[in-house]
C-alpha cells in the first residue's frame, strides 16, 4: 500500500495568535518601538499606525517599519530593534502562553509521521525566545523565519523552504494554517492542499474569508477534524 495521494504529509503553522497567544504582546511592543523611534508625530499618527499593524499583522515586521517610517531606513531598525528587545523581554516576564491544544497537536502529528514547521514575522532571536519560553526546542521539524533568501508573508517562501526541508513529496500535501490574511495569501500563494484561518488571533472569519481561506477554524485545537475531511475528500 503506497503512499495515498490523499496523504498530508506536512503542516506549516503560524506561531502568534495561531499556536501562540498574543495578549496584546505585539501592540505594546509596537508602541514602545513607536515611542523609541518616534515613528508618530501625533495621537492621530499612532492610531493610524496601530490599524496598519493590525491590518498587515504576520508580515515580516521589519518591512511594515520600513513602511511606517517612510523607507527611513535607520529609523526603521531602531524600530524593529526596540520592537524585538520588548517583545522578548514580554516573553521573558513570563506573558507568553501557547494557544490551548496547540502542543498536544503537535505532539500527536508527529505520532501519525506528520512534519511541522512553525514559521513566524518575527525575527530570530524573538522567535527564538518565544520557544525557549515554551520549552518546545523540540516541538516541530522546522522552525523558519524571514531571512537571506527566505521573504517573509505574504510571500509564499516559508511554506516551501519548510516543504523542501521536511522533504515532503508535494504542495498537495501541505496544509498552511494561521491567522492572519498574510498566512493565508502565502499558503495560496504556495500551492498549499488548504490555507486555513483560524480565528484565535489578529483577523475575523470575513477578513480570512475574503483573502481566500479554503476553511475558517475557530482553533488550531479544531485541526484533527478537517485533517480527515482533507483524506477522505
Partial sequence: MGTHHRDISLVVFDMAGTTVEDSGLVQQSFLAADAHAGLSKTDDDRRRMLEYVSDTMGQSKIVVFRHLSGGNEEQAQAANKEFE???AQLV???RCSAVPGAEELLGSLREQGIKTALTTGFAHETQMSIIRALGWEDVADVVLCPGDGVR?????DMPLTA???AGAPSVQSMVVLGDTTSDITTGLR????ASVGVLTGAHDATQLSEAGATHVLDSVADLPGLLDRLRSA
Wanted: glycine fraction near 16%; proline fraction near 11%.
Fill in 85 to 87: 528587545r520588548c517583545y
Fill in 92 to 94: 521573558d516576564d513570563g
Fill in 152 to 156: 517573509g508573508r505574504p510571500f509564499p
Fill in 163 to 165: 516543504l523542501m526541508r
Fill in 190 to 193: 504556495a500551492g498549499a492542499r
